[in-house]
């Protein structure tokens, strides 16, 4: 005890000196409290930045995911999208998204303030810094969800327009109804109560129906379907790249969800137990599961098991208990199962499962944090996170749908049959990801 009282009491003189060579105020100025109050600020930026750098590495386990899980004739296509999603994503979000989001709402609707990152002043507090760069990893994340749904048939313009579309429009917009209170804001959803902690709703179920909404625009992939309508598999051409791809996301996770604090505190270690523990229940429901269903422990479903409940855990992983989030988990394994076999079923194609991950799952992860809310929960907690999946549904997949239709009849969302069958990157980018291989063997994939 003696020794925590002298280091403590060396660090508050440090602090004090410095302040003091920095010209803030003399070295006997500053209190204990502010000391501490001094110490736990910066904490809260160096914790709030590493959780952003965290989210952001899910970007290659994105890019990764879906490049497994489809054909090597488009694996640089698919890397070409992950990095424009963020590389223009953040401009978009910069410029227009992040004051939509965060902005001064009178109205409870839309942001108006803070476009351009004008909350910073040189000089002034830094925090709207650390705060955007935690936020825009977030529609990122959004944004890159919406590629593996439309794989293998999607021209890169059209995608780079709608991928802008969701970082500046989008996501920002239903972002404010539920989270504009974490800045300068103010949403009609939050204010009713709405619980969404780091985003099953507000960032995965956006992406979700947006992919929804593309995937129905576009069509299936050539040779998906037979004549007769039954199913045809189109393999991925690497499940170990896959694989690699689950594990950079759940280790981001680990940033995504207890970052979402943005503050250096004692709670981020149950919501570290609780996004783990769901994982890791999903990946066992999902493999039981399809085991059961298909003869074999499918390691795709398995995988997707995993992110299922990774994406359901989002939105309670403050608020419930381990024992709950264990169960979360466990029910999104087995949804994000049936879920994958019903788009296919209605043909609804989507390469990576990326509909049943964060659509249906980030729908289930909400409605759960209001029925296993640790607080207790009622008919008006429940209700409210119901309206709150309703609108999300309705204001994204009716004005992703509508945006995929202007594009398709303007400048085209398919590529041409031709390019589909020899593969978008030799059609779209002009090269191969594997050029050792025969190109006649990117043409019978």
Not at 75 to 91: P, R, V, Y
Not at 263 to 284: C, E, H, P, R
Not at 398 to 407: G, W
Request: glycine share 12%; aromatic share 14%; net charge neutral.
């Amino acid at each position: 005890m003696k020794k925590k009282v002298i280091c403590l009491s060396l660090l508050f003189t440090i602090i004090g000196i410095a302040r003091a060579w920095a010209g803030d105020e003399s070295p006997t100025a500053i209190s204990n409290k502010e000391a501490i109050d001094l110490v736990q600020s910066h904490a809260d930026y160096v914790w709030t930045l590493v959780a952003a750098a965290l989210v952001f590495f899910m970007q290659a386990g994105f890019a990764l995911v879906e490049t497994g899980f489809t054909r090597a004739k488009n694996a640089i296509n698919i890397m070409m999208k992950n990095l424009m999603d963020f590389s223009m994503g953040s401009l978009a979000y910069w410029a227009i998204g992040f004051g939509l989001m965060f902005g001064i709402s009178k109205s409870g609707w839309i942001g108006t303030s803070g476009f351009f990152l004008s909350d910073f002043e040189p000089g002034g507090d830094p925090w709207v810094l650390a705060f955007w760069m935690f936020q825009v990893v977030f529609a990122a994340t959004a944004a890159t969800i919406v590629s593996g749904a439309m794989a293998e048939r999607t021209k890169f313009t059209g995608y780079l327009i709608y991928s802008l579309f969701v970082s500046a429009i989008i996501y920002p917009i239903f972002g404010s109804w539920a989270w504009g209170g974490l800045f300068h804001g103010g949403g009609w959803l939050e204010n009713l109560g709405f619980i969404d902690f780091a985003g099953s709703t507000v960032v995965h179920s956006v992406g979700g129906w947006t992919a929804l909404a593309g995937a129905i625009v576009l069509g299936p992939r050539l040779g998906k379907y037979r004549k007769d309508g039954s199913i045809k598999p189109i393999l991925g051409h690497n499940i170990p790249l896959a694989a690699l791809g689950v594990f950079i996301l759940w280790l981001g996770w680990f940033g995504f969800n207890p970052g979402s604090t943005t503050a250096a505190n004692k709670d981020i270690a149950m919501i570290f137990v609780n996004t783990n523990l769901a994982a890791a229940a999903g990946a066992v429901l999902a493999m039981f599961t399809a085991w059961m269903k298909f003869g074999k422990p499918d390691a795709g479903m398995s995988l997707n098991g995993a992110l299922a409940g990774l994406v359901a855990i989002t939105s309670p992983c403050a608020s419930v208990s381990p024992l709950s989030a264990v169960i979360i988990g466990a029910i999104a394994g087995i949804i994000v199962v049936f879920s994958v076999v019903f788009f296919d079923w209605i043909k609804v194609d989507d390469p990576v499962g990326a509909i049943s991950v964060h659509g249906v799952n980030g729908a289930w992860g909400t409605l759960a944090a209001g029925i296993f809310n640790m607080g207790g929960t009622s008919a008006k907690i429940i209700g409210v996170q119901v309206l709150g999946i309703g609108t999300c549904f309705v204001w994204t997949f009716c004005t992703a749908f509508i945006l995929f239709k202007v594009i398709d009849k303007t400048i085209g969302l398919r590529v041409t049959p031709e390019e589909e069958a020899e593969g978008l990157d030799i059609g779209e980018h002009g090269g191969m990801a594997y050029p050792d291989f025969e190109v006649s063997s990117y043409a019978q994939q």
